[in-house]
């Protein structure tokens, strides 16, 4: 659980009570949380997705690349009768799995996501391009 407020009192009263009802533990400020970077400055909270998206990059082997800007083509439509077929789709589901992760705070992404991760049963080559070319 993550708390916090201005109301110092108040919350000292939470974990107070939380701690008889449950067992916590008090981690104080904290600088990573579930893959997001967390800085903390008078004004308030910087939440950072960068070292996620270098360590998504290195798990696609794609540090070494450099960046573009890539389309998608609107209303475009993929059959799967004609498209060669991953032969280990490993890498293919963790990075659409990371990308779906990614998209909860990064709207600018979420429809293209969508588009590469539409059949999770079926991945194919160009599925797996489109996945990198996101990244």
């Given at each position: 659980?993550?708390?916090t407020s201005d109301d110092i009192d108040?919350?000292?009263?939470?974990k107070t009570e939380s701690t008889r009802q449950f067992e916590m533990k008090d981690l104080s400020y904290f600088r990573y949380f579930l893959g997001?970077?967390?800085?903390?400055s008078p004004r308030g909270y910087l939440l950072s997705w960068s070292k996620y998206?270098?360590?998504?990059l290195k798990r696609a082997r794609l540090t070494d690349n450099?960046?573009?800007?890539?389309?998608?083509?609107?209303n475009t439509r993929y059959s799967f009768s004609d498209v060669l077929p991953l032969i280990d789709p490993t890498l293919y589901r963790?990075?659409?799995?990371s990308l779906?992760?990614?998209?909860?705070?990064?709207l600018d992404i979420a429809h293209v996501v969508h588009v590469?991760?539409?059949?999770?049963?079926?991945t194919s080559i160009y599925l797996f391009l489109g996945a990198t070319c996101i990244l």
């Open positions: 659980m993550i708390i108040g919350i000292s009263v939470l997001i970077e967390v800085a903390y998206v270098v360590d998504i450099k960046t573009i800007d890539t389309f998608i083509e609107v963790t990075i659409i799995g779906l992760y990614l998209t909860i705070t990064c590469v991760s539409l059949s999770e049963s079926f």
